[in-house]
């Protein structure tokens, strides 16, 4: 198997519902007279690819609706595949109807024919050494303000990779004269000076600019990709006249160039232009994050890329490289940050994030410094069932500059009662304006916890690297000051659990504690708690989550507790899952306990129950 994916059950059956799927690869010695028996039902679909590139229909269960097929023998005839040659047969499984969830179940592979022992050789890919994350610039001495929120789609690409050419030099472009973050930046003594049209701003700034890029509505990747590697303007072909008259010569023609083509010239002719450090893949037509990979080389692709190819592009970059980005279609939000992780990547979640190359800026970086509270020192509490809330969601830098400052953060009730905030840790380099305001708004009841994973989303007993990884997610958390996190993981047992988690946490690292979120039961572990090197992991015991468990309901559980201040079941963590409840809500339903249990700082929970293990 070569890209894992969908479940398994009942023994060797797996499934494939929805979106999964999963790929084998047979390396055939001889073809001739060679099949492949298939025992496989309900609503399957087999494609097949001789080169891992482009798959064709191959069987269908040929059913709709709810309809499912009884198990059957499909035979698979390798030999005319192949055409009765040598070589790579790859077969990929999926769902036929998708919308319903009753995907094709594979039962059992009867291979007849000769298979060599060979496998295709594994791009050579590097570990990245140090830190992968791009630190902050100063900013220009001016820096120029348009917003372009009303131009058309083409002009404003444009824009974007002209605030990215720029900035690879030094962040003097804004294209949002309402963000916040950059009004928080001006407090630090950043000039500004607003341009009346984006000609006037282009004219300004061509000088930074050696060309332009032309491409068509089905080539902005491509055309992103090369505008960082050749300092190029990203021309949609329907302006090109207009930007022509700026006197700007074409540097690429891109139209027509599909992904093969674009990953060839990438492993070839490019290589060691771009970055390795950094790969973006977003929603084609979306404006997000082009500003940061044209400024960094990163390489930018399409969020709906198949597994296939999005595989061949994360492995041009190096093993512990930062993939910013959301939703691959690999599963769900695990096969997608699992499929990143197993190639060694982790995740900064971000599909709508603009400008981050002026809100990663500094007005003077030498000069920054941003701190979390202090703890609390630890209190004596009796007879009480200690309890703390956990905020989700904090991982997601779109959710970190916009809603979670609205909506959450900006909550008129925060503070009322304790609450653990989930940031990245990477958000000190990524937004650093941003960071400093959440330190210095936070209040004595809130504590930021370094999230989910630390500087990205990944999980580590299926990370490719995470010894690498660990080290990164220390220097984060010494970077950023954060004593306590939480990390979400799958493991497949608690002996593994501990095993990984002990490069996260032990004598040497910055931290002091952590939480843990299981992802297959955000309260699988049911609060269990252990020591590594001294040090507390507690995972969760109950989950706000609409449909699951009401605050109403966890309180009744709360006061049948045991209040043993020496025994780890007398410690509840609480997660709030952030798209069920606002903290409004929460106040409301936790500022009046029952009399036998206390509420507290994660911090503080942290060390309490450090003394009960």
Same mark, same amino acid.
């Given at each position: ?40 039902? $309900? ?8 080169? =891992? ?18 198990? /059957?023998? !499909? ?19 999926? #769902? ?16 007849? &024919? ?8 594994? *791009? ?19 820096? #120029? ?23 690879? /030099? ?41 060309? @332009? ?39 690429? =023609?891109?139209?027509?160039? %599909? ?12 290589? &060691? ?30 969020? &709906? ?26 599963? %769900? ?17 971000? #599909? ?35 309890? /703390? ?16 400052? =609205? ?8 503070? !009322? ?73 799958? *493991? =497949? ?16 690292? @910055? ?15 049911? &609060? ?74 994660? #911090?503080?929970?942290? $060390? ?6």
């Amino acid at each position: 198997m070569v890209r894992s994916g969908g479940q398994l059950s009942g023994g060797n059956r797996r499934f494939a519902d929805v979106r999964s799927s999963w790929t084998y690869r047979f390396n055939f010695k001889r073809s001739k007279g060679a099949k492949i028996e298939l025992e496989i039902g $309900n609503q399957y679909a087999v494609s097949y690819s001789t080169n =891992d590139w482009e798959y064709l229909p191959l069987l269908d269960a040929g059913v709709t609706g709810e309809e499912t097929k009884p198990q /059957t023998i !499909e035979t698979v005839d390798v030999e005319k595949l192949l055409g009765g040659r040598p070589g790579m047969l790859y077969l990929k499984f999926a #769902d036929c109807v998708p919308e319903n969830g009753w995907g094709g179940m594979l039962s059992s592979i009867k291979i007849s &024919g000769t298979l060599s022992d060979e496998k295709p050789a594994e *791009p050579e890919r590097p570990t990245f050494a140090g830190n992968p994350i791009p630190l902050p610039k100063k900013t220009a001495d001016v820096v #120029d303000v348009f917003d372009c929120g009303r131009e058309p789609k083409a002009i404003q690409m444009m824009l974007c990779s002209l605030q990215g050419i720029v900035a690879q /030099t030094q962040p003097a472009i804004c294209l949002s004269a309402h963000n916040f973050w950059f009004k928080e930046l001006e407090k630090s003594g950043v000039k500004t000076e607003v341009q009346p049209s984006w000609a006037a701003l282009l004219e300004k700034h061509k000088g930074a600019v050696k060309g @332009y890029i032309l491409c068509d509505s089905e080539t902005w990747n491509m055309a992103t990709t090369f505008a960082g590697i050749r300092q190029g303007l990203v021309v949609h072909e329907e302006i090109e006249s207009e930007i022509k008259a700026f006197g700007l010569k074409k540097l690429n =023609d891109v139209r027509g160039k %599909d992904l093969r083509w674009f990953h060839t010239f990438l492993s070839t002719k490019a290589k &060691g232009r771009f970055a390795i450090n950094g790969i973006v893949n977003i929603k084609d037509d979306r404006l997000a994050m082009r500003d940061w990979a044209i400024a960094n080389k990163f390489i930018y692709v399409h969020s &709906g890329l198949q597994p296939n190819i999005l595989e061949k592009f994360y492995q041009l970059v190096a093993v512990g490289a930062c993939r910013y980005g959301w939703n691959d279609p690999v599963d %769900d939000e695990f096969g997608d940050v699992n499929f990143a992780g197993e190639r060694g990547l982790f995740t900064i979640p971000t #599909d709508h994030t603009q400008n981050l190359t002026l809100i990663s800026a500094l007005a003077d970086p030498k000069l920054f410094r941003a701190a979390p509270p202090p703890v609390p020192a630890v209190a004596k509490i009796k007879n009480k069932h200690i309890v /703390t809330i956990l905020v989700s969601d904090g991982d997601n830098l779109n959710l970190m500059l916009e809603g979670y400052r =609205d909506t959450y953060f900006g909550s008129s009730r925060r503070g !009322e009662i304790p609450l653990g905030w989930m940031v990245p840790s990477s958000s000190f380099d990524l937004c650093p304006t941003t960071y400093k305001w959440y330190c210095e708004n936070a209040t004595d009841n809130d504590v930021l916890l370094g999230a989910l994973s630390g500087p990205g989303y990944v999980y580590p007993s299926k990370m490719r690297g995470v010894d690498a990884y660990a080290k990164l997610y220390d220097f984060y958390n010494r970077r950023a000051g954060l004593k306590y996190g939480v990390i979400m993981d799958l *493991p =497949d047992s608690q002996a593994e659990q501990k095993e990984v988690f002990s490069q996260f946490l032990n004598r040497n690292s @910055y931290q002091e504690g952590l939480f843990f979120i299981d992802y297959s039961n955000y309260a699988k572990w049911k &609060g269990d708690a252990y020591l590594i090197d001294g040090k507390p992991v507690v995972s969760l015991r109950y989950i706000l989550w609409e449909g699951q468990m009401s605050p109403e309901e966890i309180k009744q559980k709360l006061a049948a507790s045991p209040t043993d201040p020496s025994s780890p079941e007398s410690y509840s963590v609480i997660m709030l899952h952030l798209w069920s409840y606002n903290p409004d809500e929460i106040v409301e339903a936790f500022s009046d306990l029952p009399e036998n249990v206390e509420l507290v700082r994660p #911090d503080l929970f942290l $060390n309490m129950i450090k003394e009960a293990l």
